[in-house]
């Protein structure tokens, strides 16, 4: 039986100025995705978590958060730019179209500009620019995306430990130990002894 390694992600040579990747995953935006966000990012602007305040704007209903949409748009790009990168940041965000609660997010991401590292040779930048689209093709984002990618044969190692089918079973605990706390009682009320158990006695009648 032959091991067979899951994708590792690019590296550094990989990149070509004008390859264009098309992200192989698409994310569907729920309700529950865009007020948690919203609320845990702490932005209290209505449009994103009040239905009734939305109904009454020119979109008539409730807006996706613009940073999380930012945020998964990068995200479904990981998989082909980033899996060995570190993010040095991201620039010209546009959102021309809005993104309701609902749609499904898709992505891709053109190389502009590939060049090596002076600061850390083992690594090089890749600059490109991402486009997030939903189910039916509109544009609800852009932006350009500038990451430090490792060089062939610099990747971290990334360990793991082997599975184990049949693992040692768990130590038993010392005779000595006792389920009950220092200071509780019995279920009678009486304090119970510590280090030594409790003796049982029959009782009388």
Do not use: C
């Amino acid at each position: 039986m032959a091991l067979k390694e899951g994708w590792q992600g690019r590296v550094f040579e990989d990149f070509e100025v004008g390859d264009v990747y098309r992200h192989p995953l698409g994310r569907t935006i729920t309700q529950t995705d865009n007020i948690w966000f919203t609320l845990l990012t702490v932005n209290n602007n209505p449009i994103h978590f009040d239905a009734a305040y939305a109904a009454r704007t020119e979109w008539g209903r409730p807006l996706v958060d613009s940073t999380l949409t930012l945020a998964i748009a990068t995200g479904l790009s990981v998989t082909d730019i980033s899996l060995n990168a570190i993010n040095l940041g991201w620039d010209e965000v546009r959102l021309p179209n809005p993104l309701f609660e609902g749609d499904t997010l898709y992505a891709q991401s053109e190389v502009l500009e590939t060049r090596e590292s002076r600061s850390r040779p083992h690594m090089g930048i890749v600059r490109l620019r991402t486009t997030g689209y939903k189910q039916d093709g509109g544009v609800v984002i852009e932006f350009i995306r500038a990451v430090m990618v490792y060089r062939r044969g610099h990747v971290p190692k990334d360990f793991r430990p082997e599975p184990r089918p049949d693992p040692s079973p768990p130590s038993p605990l010392p005779s000595h130990s006792h389920p009950t706390g220092r200071g509780e009682k019995s279920r009678e009320g009486a304090p119970l002894s510590q280090g030594k158990g409790v003796r049982l006695e029959r009782g009388r009648g």
